[in-house]
Structure formats: C-alpha cells, structure tokens
C-alpha cells in the first residue's frame, strides 16, 4: 500500500478512499526515542533556530523515513507548513495541500473538501462509506474519553495518547479499532481513579508527553485533551456527511468558535484549571491572551521547544500552580 | 481565631499575629537570636511561644529559606513563594499582578494571574543583587542604609556585577572624587540593573514590591518607569509571614 504522510489531521477519509496508507508525521517525531535527531537535519539543511520544533521535526520525519508523497495543511494549521512544503517539493518529493477554509461555512468547507476529493479523483459515495467504517473506531475512542472524565478510570495519558492516534488510527484503522477494543476492556475493570485536582490540557499535543505522568505527583489528573479530542472527532457521528463533520471542527477555525466548545467542556467535565500549551515561536502563543481572558477558569500557559520532557523551570511552575490551586479547591481563597 | 504567621529569612525573622483577618501584632527578630534565644532543639525545632509574648493562637504557619530551617514543630510549614503571593494578595487586595520580593539573601519574582503562580524565577544563590549588598555598600560608604537609599538622580557607572568586585570599583570612584550622592544612586542603580534580566521575562503592567530592600526609594523611582503602576506594601518585610497567617487563617474558615 502506498503511504501518505500529512502534516496535521485533514480528511483523512479522501485518503483512504484513494487507497493510501495515512501517517501522521508528527506522531513519528514525537515518539521516536531521539527526536532530536529529525531537528537537527532540518537545521543542518537551512531551518532556522527561531522556527517551531514539529516544522523541522515533519520535515525531518520526510527525509529520514523516505516518505514520498504529503499533505500539508496550508491554512487553519500553521502557516510556516507553505514553506515547509516548498522545501519539500525542491527535495523531490510529491505534495498536496489542503486549507480548511478562513471563512467558517459549510458551504466554503465542502468546496474544500470536494476540491482535495478532485485531487485525488475519488467519488462521494466511497469517502462517505469510509466515514462510516471510521465512525466504529471515533465512537470507540469517545468511549475511552467517558472512560477518562466520567468514570476516572482511564488516565489522562491514555486519553491522550489515543486521541491523538486518531489523526491517523496508527496507519490502520482495523487494526486501531481492535487494539482500542481490547484496551478499553482492561480499563473498563480497573477502579476509578481518585485525584483532587481535574484538570485540562488546552492546545496543541505536547511535545513533553511526560506532563500526564507529572502532574500526577500533586493529585491531579487530565480529563480533557481538547485538540486532541478535536482529532478524533467525537461529534462526528452525529454528522450526516463529511462536510458537516469538518464544518464541526474547531482548532482550525476562529477562537471564539473553539472557545464555546471548551467553555462547554470546562462544565462538563468539571475541571478546576486549565493548562495551555504552546509550542515556542508559534502564532498560537499570542492566542493566549485572549484564552486567559475569555475563559474564566485558572490557567497555565507552558511552552514547549525540542525537548521532548518537562525542563525543571517548567516542572516548578506546574508544581507552584497546582499547590495554589488546591488551596483554592479547598476553598482557602 | 488568631493565627501566627513565622518568615525565617536570612536576616531576620518575621513574626506577625492575626486576628480575624487583621494583623495585630508584628515584630521581628535577628536569625540568630530567633533559633538561640526563642527555639529548643526536640527532634524538630521548637518555638518558645511564651518568649515572643504574642498570646495564645489557634493555628501556626511557618515559611522561609530551607525545609529543615522551617520545619517547625506544631506548625504547617508551607514554601516560602506561596506565602509571600498570599500575603501580597492580602495586603493589595489583588489577584493579577507581578510580585517581586528582594530580601536578604535571595530574590524572588512571581506572576499572579487570577491568584495564582502562573511563573516563577529565583536569583541565583549570590548576594549581587540582594539586600545584603546594599547592606555591604553602605558600610563601605560609611552612611545608614536608608540614607544611601534615597539617591537616585546621576549614579556612578559600577559595572561590575559581583558584589566584591562592585566594592573595588566603588573604592576606585571615591578615590576620583565622585560625590557621595551619585556613589549612593550608582549603589542602587547597579543593584536595580542586576534586578533587570530577571524581571524582563516578567512583562506586565502591575508590579508589586515586597522584602526589606522594598524600602529601598531609588529603586522604587528606577522600577516606576518600567510598569504602569507600582505598589508598595505597607509592611514588605512582613509579607512573607502575613502570608502565613492569611493561608492559615483562609485554611480554618475552609475546614469549618
């Protein structure tokens, strides 16, 4: 099967419709033992210092993996991937772009999504039968995020880490639908799981996947992963088609629009502080002013570089946070 | 409901009494005097409460540099950047701002948003930018410390950013002659440009300024032109253990 790499979630299903086997470029970097490794090719081939780690970390990824062909989402993702994949095309290799639309409509998504479906000549009927068989393994996952803020017996990390999954089911849906079946029956019998402090992660996924564990330490857990939780799209099923479960979509659109939905969540789920993350030199960072004054809820704002774990300033400041926010969990102030 | 707040600095040590969410008493004591004259040694550091003629309280906190310097007996000892944001959160009534604490021995910056720490940073352990040079400087200048505090306007340029090297060079500026008053403000403002790194990563509009060297007014004038509104607390030295008192007092009407 021939593989595609894509540079953040895109309608995956127009992929597999046209028979191609989907990697995420950002789980490869984030997991391997040494990610430092894809980094620094990408400097050593012109990327500057002052450039976001994933950006040479997918760039990496493509010429140390050999992956021939990508798509790159060009708007509503970060906007250095244009020039990422102008470097990519000049090293030969193939590229596509896709561009969730500025203007939040349905009828500028499906224009969208039906474009990217010309681009690899694949029909309606066949995306949407692919949506269908997707949906098994999104309620799937949905379930485990029940499992994470409902019944507290999934971790924060799990939650994670198959959210994130969802971007590309791990390169095989089937095969990511067994292993979530399996992984949901162990977790369905543990005890739940007691922590004084709920909290959710806001942002993109970290590169420091060691917050889960870390925060652990002071009776705290993550029962939401927001963008995470976007990837697997958890409303999707609730769709009548494609366009609609695009339309429902929310990082890649306007804040405000994303900000209901977390809004909704922080209610939900009863969350007592929120923990921003952002990724050093990215437009994002900026986001969070308005974050921290739309939301009202505590919330730290940590920024990632290339070291995939918590440095120790970092680790402080989670730890000062999180006393102060058992204080007020406890009603001291 | 009285509660006893105790700063163990480097210096001194802070003691402050609350009573219903009002400090009644405040005094404070050398270090040394403190663990000689009004502690005992049982497997744990205990305070003479008699000895500090404060009365009887209901709930004790303690805070400071050092776990084991802190750990006092019957008392809650909480980390010393959390009681100094409670107590600035008491004393201004605040709950987003950028507090600076510069005491004897260490300084301490924190960014307070919705109350709580969102960031942190200390200084390295070095005396160059803390009270005790000041302390150092003005002995060297033979002058009270508060009066070298006052003089801000056309300092001498001192470079040097260690805190022995600073007295050679100061030495080097009296033997040129230099007036006293600009040998005052050249102190102060090496000290306010020491300060300066550390409080660039803190950019805000609110600055809250707290330890002993909060007295300091030339510092006050140089840190003026860096934020919108700066405020001083009316006891800076005693806001690490008002702090103490807060959280111990706030802890109590929680538990009830």
Redesign the interface.
């Known amino acids: 099967m021939k593989k595609i790499g894509i540079t953040t979630t895109v309608p995956i299903e127009v992929l597999l419709a046209a028979g191609y086997q989907v990697i995420d470029l950002n789980n490869i970097f984030v997991t391997a033992e040494d990610c430092s490794e894809y980094i620094d090719l990408a400097e050593r081939d012109g990327f500057p210092k002052s450039c976001c780690a994933w950006i040479k970390g997918i760039y990496g990824v493509c010429l140390k993996e050999g992956i021939s062909e990508i798509v790159g989402v060009i708007e509503g993702d970060c906007s250095n991937t244009r020039a990422l994949l102008e470097v990519l095309e000049l090293k030969g290799i193939k590229v596509y772009s896709f561009a969730y639309p500025h203007r939040h409509q349905l009828r500028d998504v499906k224009e969208a999504i039906d474009d990217f479906r010309s681009l690899f000549s694949v029909d309606k009927e066949v995306v949407e039968e692919i949506r269908d068989n997707l949906n098994k393994a999104r309620s799937l996952v949905k379930k485990l995020d029940e499992l994470t803020y409902l019944e507290n017996k999934a971790t924060g990390f799990e939650n994670h880490l198959y959210q994130v999954s969802s971007s590309d089911f791990n390169g095989d849906f089937r095969k990511f639908t067994e292993e979530l079946e399996s992984v949901i029956a162990e977790i369905e019998k543990r005890k739940p799981i007691a922590k004084k402090l709920r909290l959710g992660f806001i942002g993109v996924p970290p590169m420091t996947a060691d917050i889960y564990q870390y925060v652990e330490n002071f009776d705290a857990c993550f029962v939401y992963n927001e963008v995470q939780r976007e990837f697997a799209f958890p409303r999707a099923i609730n769709h009548n088609n494609i366009y609609q479960q695009y339309y429902d979509y929310t990082y890649v659109y306007d804040l405000d629009f994303r900000l209901e939905y977390i809004q909704e969540e922080l209610e939900h789920r009863k969350l007592d502080?929120l923990i921003h993350y952002t990724q050093a030199f990215c437009y994002r960072e900026i986001e969070d002013v308005v974050i921290?004054q739309k939301l009202d809820i505590?919330?730290?704002?940590i920024s990632g570089d290339k070291l995939n774990r918590l440095d120790s300033r970092t680790k402080?400041?989670i730890e000062?946070?999180l006393?102060?926010?058992g204080?007020?969990k406890?009603?001291?102030? | 409901m009285r509660a006893l707040g105790i700063d163990l600095g480097s210096r001194e040590v802070k003691v402050v009494v609350m009573e219903d969410n009002q400090v009644i008493e405040k005094l404070k004591v050398s270090t040394l005097s403190f663990y000689k004259d009004y502690c005992n040694f049982e497997g744990k550091i205990v305070v003479d409460e008699s000895k500090l003629n404060l009365g009887e309280t209901d709930i004790k906190v303690s805070t400071g540099y050092g776990r084991n310097n802190t750990d006092l007996k019957s008392f809650e000892a909480i980390n010393e950047i959390k009681a100094h944001v409670y107590g600035a959160i008491y004393q201004t009534g605040l709950k987003d701002f950028i507090l600076i604490d510069v005491g004897g021995q260490d300084v301490k910056v924190m960014k307070v948003e919705k109350g709580l720490i969102t960031d942190l940073e200390l200084n390295d352990k070095c005396a160059a930018s803390c009270g005790r040079y000041l302390e150092n400087m003005a002995n060297l200048l033979e002058i009270p410390l508060n009066e070298m505090a006052k003089h801000y306007q056309n300092p001498v340029e001192l470079n040097s950013t260690c805190a022995v090297f600073s007295e050679s060079e100061l030495i080097g500026q009296i033997a040129e002659g230099a007036e006293m008053e600009r040998l005052c403000a050249g102190v102060n403002y090496s000290m306010y440009k020491r300060l300066q790194p550390l409080l660039t990563k803190f950019r805000g509009r609110r600055l809250v300024l707290s330890g002993g060297v909060a007295h300091n007014q030339a510092l006050q004038e140089y840190l003026k032109g860096d934020y919108d509104e700066l405020l001083l607390l009316d006891d800076p030295q005693l806001n690490g253990a008002i702090g103490c008192c807060y959280y111990g007092m706030r802890a109590v009407i929680s538990d009830k």
């Open positions: 502080g921290k505590p919330i730290l704002n402080l400041r000062a946070f006393d102060m926010l204080d007020l406890e009603g001291r102030f």
